[in-house]
């Protein structure tokens, strides 16, 4: 019994020491006292209640609410996993003063951290040293405009039209989550890989895709746990996952034999950026494993991102049926009962279609970003000091009444009128040197499938009684529909 009393001191003196370390490290920065107003205890309970293995959305919240209570001038100082100071950006004044700060370029490891064993390209690379620069601006290029509408508009209008066939084709209710992703996946492998192959449409790699972003949440939230066990399952995912196994073979296997004996003079035999970052790995004599994450990294992002957002912007233009008749309206205009094929120009001319997908990028865009402040920040007499993980809250700015009439509303004319508020608060493809490279690809891509879809079919929900005002939203990686209603489409006349 003795013995036990002995522990229990030991364990509790330990805890009221871990307490006052903590309390010692932040007193200076943050922003509320702690717990019941007693520090030592107050700082416990955050230091571990950040450890718990948590969702993405359980964080944003957690996010969010701290911010609203302790919050001030845009700002709030607060900590996770352990001793990691953060501070929480909430205003888009403070976001136009610091997101283009010199001290402000690399990426924050809280966040992301968890991935490092499967993903390792510039999106995953958190110092921006040269070796990122150099990455970046090759990315620009694969992916600017000129190539876009040049490369891969054509393979934007088949993806297109298969969409629309897909769900002509359904002879019941859609879900759409499911019905979207092998065709945003052959899309992506058929411009950024250069590599079409119908694998992307088996049903347990559709599946898998579906649960990638779910466990990716809980990944990228418990950073410390995910890493070693990660590490640890990597070389042997494919006994788990044979057709994952197979298809990441397809897609980079095929690259490596075709480079294998590259020379320095050779040019780029394939215009695509896969096959460039494996020209580029090669040259520079980058591990095979380091080439892997890095295309791993590639296939994931530019397709989780797109299915996401695509399939529940759908499900929201289903519930919205004036701004589908306004969207139409526009579209018919442009095309009248011509059956043609979009041009660029024509994708141009969308400009009611773009407000709508601005205003659906407000509503579904990720909740959060964070970058690492690599050197001392100082704002409004206030400093941020170097080693702070800087979070940007922009689910909360996005759905601020302070800088959004009514935020709850879906309103795409709220955009005739871009101010810098509406600008640093909404920013759904980031800002400053890390913003997406990936932006008008996505743009592009997007209005292509709902030009499409809008000429060709009328969208609504099976539940006749469900309304916008009814979805619940989940934050996972983007923003996404936690109700999804089943769809139903019919052929307009």
């Excluded at 309390?23 to 309970?45: A, E, M």
């Amino acid at each position: 019994m003795e013995m036990f009393a002995t522990a229990a001191v030991i364990i509790v003196v330990a805890h009221l020491a871990l307490g006052l370390l903590l309390w010692l490290r932040v007193r200076k920065l943050y922003s509320y006292p702690g717990l019941l107003g007693f520090p030592v205890f107050g700082n416990l309970y955050y230091f571990y209640r950040t450890l718990l293995l948590v969702s993405s959305e359980s964080v944003a919240n957690r996010m969010d609410r701290v911010a609203q209570k302790y919050g001030k001038d845009g700002l709030c100082f607060h900590w996770c996993n352990g001793f990691k100071t953060v501070v929480f950006v909430t205003c888009p004044r403070v976001v136009k003063e610091i997101v283009f700060h010199r001290n402000l370029y690399d990426l924050s490891d809280v966040i992301l951290r968890g991935l490092a064993p499967y993903f390792r390209g510039p999106f995953l690379n958190f110092h921006a040293g040269a070796e990122w620069k150099l990455k970046r601006k090759e990315y620009n290029i694969f992916l600017r405009k000129s190539n876009v509408d040049r490369e891969y508009f054509n393979r934007f209008i088949k993806t297109a039209d298969e969409l629309v066939d897909l769900m002509l084709d359904s002879p019941s209710a859609i879900d759409v989550n499911h019905l979207i992703i092998g065709p945003l996946l052959n899309t992506s492998m058929g411009t950024i890989f250069g590599n079409e192959n119908s694998l992307v449409y088996h049903p347990k790699i559709i599946n898998l895709m579906k649960w990638l972003k779910i466990i990716a949440q809980y990944i990228i939230v418990n950073p410390e746990l995910a890493e070693p066990i990660l590490t640890i399952f990597r070389p042997i995912d494919e006994i788990f996952y044979p057709k994952a196994g197979e298809l990441r073979k397809m897609i980079f296997g095929r690259k490596d034999n075709t480079f294998k004996s590259i020379q320095d003079s050779l040019p780029i035999k394939e215009n695509s950026l896969s096959m460039h970052i494996v020209s580029r790995s090669i040259k520079n004599n980058n591990s095979k494993n380091s080439l892997l994450k890095e295309l791993q990294e590639l296939f994931f992002t530019s397709t989780n991102g797109l299915t996401s957002f695509l399939a529940n912007s759908i499900i929201l233009l289903s519930l919205l049926p004036d701004i589908q008749e306004r969207a139409w309206k526009e579209q018919y205009e442009i095309f009248g009962n011509d059956n043609r094929d979009p041009t660029i120009e024509d994708i141009q001319q969308m400009e009611f279609l773009n407000r709508v997908i601005k205003e659906m990028l407000r509503f579904l865009s990720p909740a959060v970003s964070a970058k690492m402040a690599s050197g001392d920040i100082n704002i409004n007499g206030i400093t941020i000091p170097s080693g702070t993980n800087v979070i940007f809250l922009r689910r909360y700015m996005r759905m601020d009444p302070k800088h959004w009439k009514n935020p709850k509303i879906f309103d795409p004319d709220r955009f005739l009128e871009e101010s810098e508020t509406l600008k640093h608060s909404h920013s759904p493809f980031g800002i400053g040197m890390r913003r997406c490279p990936g932006e008008y690809y996505s743009i592009i891509l997007m209005k292509t499938i709902f030009s499409k879809i809008l000429r060709k079919l009328k969208l609504r929900t099976l539940q006749k009684d469900f309304r916008f005002e009814d979805i619940q939203y989940k934050c996972i990686i983007m923003m996404e529909v936690a109700n999804p209603p089943l769809l139903q489409v019919e052929e307009r006349e």
